[in-house]
């Protein structure tokens, strides 16, 4: 988005004079695609990065064609996609943390897509904290208290990055750096003990949720017993 918007204005110039029978917006993706795509090789293919480039290609296309791309078919081509291309990714929990991630957003705005987008914007933070805590401690097995300040730090986030990006282009790029690592270095984790079945439950019910709003709702309260389950082994 950010690439978008500056490079919107002086393409639009260009065009306008030189080549007006050009697709303006077409001609753009592609632009903001190749330096996603060098993003990626800097990222050196994250996993999840991949995941994520791989929706946005697979979304423009469909969005080009006039196909709706918030749906559950999106993601399932896009997924598809990706494992033909680079089969190793099957193997990566952070390629499959990403991916449930998706399916939790797109499962919500299934059934909410009528909020107004403020709402959706914070309801979807608590959502996608709730759905994924099960199958996360089932596999790491590990919990803080500062874990529990994780919905509002990931709202602070948002804000953040484009602050730090900015802060980049000046001499102060460092401002935030003790900050965020003392974040880090001060949270106390413990471990807690998430049988393996209800991580996988969540998955289940996750899958069952695109369909039935019934597994939607148990999905959040299993999401909601599984943090009460941690504080009090931490506690």
């Not at 019934?214 to 959040?220: N, R, Y």
Request: some cysteine; hydrophobic content about 60%.
């Amino acid at each position: 988005m950010i690439a978008y918007f500056f490079l919107r204005a002086p393409y639009r110039w260009v065009q306008n004079r030189y080549f007006p029978y050009r697709h303006g917006n077409r001609d753009l993706f592609w632009v903001v695609g190749g330096l996603l795509f060098a993003y990626l090789a800097i990222l050196e293919f994250n996993p999840a990065m991949i995941r994520s480039f791989g929706m946005i290609i697979v979304g423009y296309w469909l969005y080009d064609r006039g196909v709706k791309i918030i749906s559950f078919q999106t993601l399932l081509i896009a997924i598809g996609i990706l494992l033909a291309f680079f089969p190793r990714l099957f193997f990566s929990l952070s390629f499959w943390f990403s991916t449930f991630g998706v399916l939790s957003i797109f499962i919500f705005v299934r059934y909410y897509e009528h909020w107004k987008p403020w709402q959706i914007f914070l309801a979807l933070h608590i959502w996608c904290y709730l759905v994924l805590l099960p199958i996360s401690l089932a596999i790491f097995a590990i919990f803080g208290w500062a874990h529990i300040g994780s919905i509002a730090i990931a709202l602070i986030f948002n804000l953040y990055y484009p602050v730090v990006l900015a802060l980049h282009l000046t001499p102060w790029g460092n401002f935030f750096d003790p900050y965020l690592i003392g974040l880090f270095e001060t949270a106390e984790v413990k471990k807690v003990v998430i049988p393996m079945w209800v991580g996988i439950g969540s998955i289940v019910l996750a899958l069952g949720a695109m369909k039935r709003k019934e597994a939607f709702w148990v999905l959040g309260v299993l999401g909601i017993t599984t943090l009460g389950s941690a504080i009090y082994q931490i506690a």
